[in-house]
């Protein structure tokens, strides 16, 4: 096996190589001096090594995500109870408003029907109370004056004969000419006349008032008590027609159906009405979903070069030949810390591949900033990790051949695709090697798999 680092061609001795040789094996050292030392691996410039190059370098931060709706609810009745009918599948599209299911509402629209029935009644009532009364009462009304008016005119007549009659039963009994029973019959008679009077005269005070009030309509505290009436018939009605509308389940907005979780005959309780949590599926109809977008956790060494706006590119295992676009559409306000690693929350809204992506897939996001001019370049496979965990890449040395590869620390900057920005270690013109030289590999730790020059 070759040394970690190529063999220096023109600087060993081979005369000191074959004596230490020859002291352990002597046929060993023979053949080393014939046939000399190792050749220095062949190193083609063109093929094996690329320059340091100075050039713009775009700017992409790189991170994981998460395809996820950009609303998503859980929809349940407002009232509790069985459900009689589903009008939505898993898949279907609906608008805002849409009804997607039916409550069992039998009873409430019974009792509907019943408190319309009663507001009509009493705005009927108002009504009449407003326009007034009839000529057909009113003309009933003069007829009660008229009648009562001829039976007091009949009593007053009727009165006088008996009044007339008992003067001339008084005569008589003064003169002893009738008993004293004639005498008292005549004076019942004219008592029960004036009775019959007085009876005449308030039956027909009441009729006239009756009269009056015909023809000046209703009054005004009868036609308050008719609005009122009017008012509580509605207010009934309203508290049962609500009821009724809440047992059409409708989508508070427009979407798609990811979910549904019930059937026909269900019983689901009103607790979880427009949840959005998990935990609210046992007792919700269906779960509706708008829109994408995609959320990832940043460093928050990165936050500050990511701002709303900002072009992503969006890539996805289950369409590995696709890019899409996004947008950053939010970054949280407040940090999250997990693990003892301080991240912060950045949603990216998704301008294409919404016909293609699914809430739940892995995505893989490249946050594209500002680019970094005049940067140093190197092909990000050239770089190399050392088992003490220093990055840095393998440098050629010497102005003329034989070359050597020397290892070179460095220190990076940006990544973009595959290139990196050197800030320290190397200048412009340099040449690396694209890949570690023989026995120089690391499995594990290098992220190339270097096969030797």
Do not use: C, H
């Amino acid at each position: 096996m070759q040394p970690s680092l190529s063999i220096k061609a023109g600087k060993s001795n081979p005369w000191k190589l074959g004596l230490a040789a020859l002291g352990l094996v002597g046929t060993a050292a023979i053949a080393y001096t014939v046939i000399g030392p190792p050749e220095a691996p062949d190193i083609n410039l063109e093929r094996d090594t690329v320059p340091v190059q100075v050039q713009s370098l775009p700017v992409q931060i790189k991170a994981n995500g998460l395809v996820q709706p950009l609303r998503k609810i859980n929809i349940s009745p407002k009232e509790a109870g069985s459900v009689a009918e589903l009008l939505v599948r898993e898949g279907d599209s609906v608008e805002a408003g849409q009804v997607i299911a039916r409550m069992d509402n039998e009873q409430l629209q019974a009792q509907v029907n019943q408190y319309r029935q009663g507001l009509a009644r009493a705005q009927a009532e108002l009504v009449e109370k407003l326009t007034g009364n009839r000529p057909e009462d009113i003309a009933k009304a003069e007829a009660e004056v008229t009648r009562y008016e001829a039976q007091l005119q009949e009593a007053q007549s009727r009165s006088q004969l008996a009044t007339a009659k008992l003067s001339r039963q008084q005569r008589l009994a003064d003169q002893g000419a009738i008993s004293r029973d004639a005498l008292e019959e005549a004076e019942t008679e004219a008592r029960n006349a004036s009775d019959t009077i007085r009876q005449a005269e308030a039956a027909l005070r009441v009729a006239r008032l009756e009269l009056d009030q015909q023809r000046s309509g209703f009054r005004s505290e009868d036609i308050d008590q008719a609005r009122a009436q009017v008012a509580e018939a509605a207010a009934q009605l309203q508290i049962y027609q609500i009821q009724l509308d809440n047992a059409f389940v409708r989508a508070p907005f427009g979407g798609i159906i990811t979910r549904r979780f019930t059937d026909v005959g269900d019983f689901v309780a009103p607790t979880t009405s427009a949840s959005a949590s998990d935990g609210a599926t046992s007792a919700s109809i269906a779960e509706l979903s708008s829109g994408l977008e995609v959320e990832a956790k940043l460093p928050e060494a990165s936050i500050a070069r990511i701002r709303p706006g900002q072009t992503v590119e969006v890539r996805s295992d289950s369409y590995p030949d696709q890019v899409f676009r996004g947008e950053v559409r939010l970054i949280a306000p407040r940090a999250v810390q997990e693990n003892n690693i301080t991240t912060f929350r950045v949603k990216v809204s998704l301008q294409t591949g919404l016909d293609l992506l699914k809430a739940g897939m892995n995505a893989k996001l490249a946050f594209i900033g500002d680019p970094v001019k005049n940067a140093l370049v190197v092909p990000l496979a050239a770089v190399v990790t050392q088992p003490d965990g220093a990055q840095g890449v393998w440098r050629l040395t010497g102005a003329a051949p034989p070359f050597e590869p020397q290892f070179q620390v460095v220190r990076l900057g940006s990544e973009s695709g595959s290139q990196a920005q050197i800030l320290e270690g190397l200048k412009a013109g340099d040449r690396i090697f694209l890949t570690p030289p023989a026995g120089q590999t690391i499995p594990g730790v290098d992220n190339t798999e270097g096969t030797g020059l």
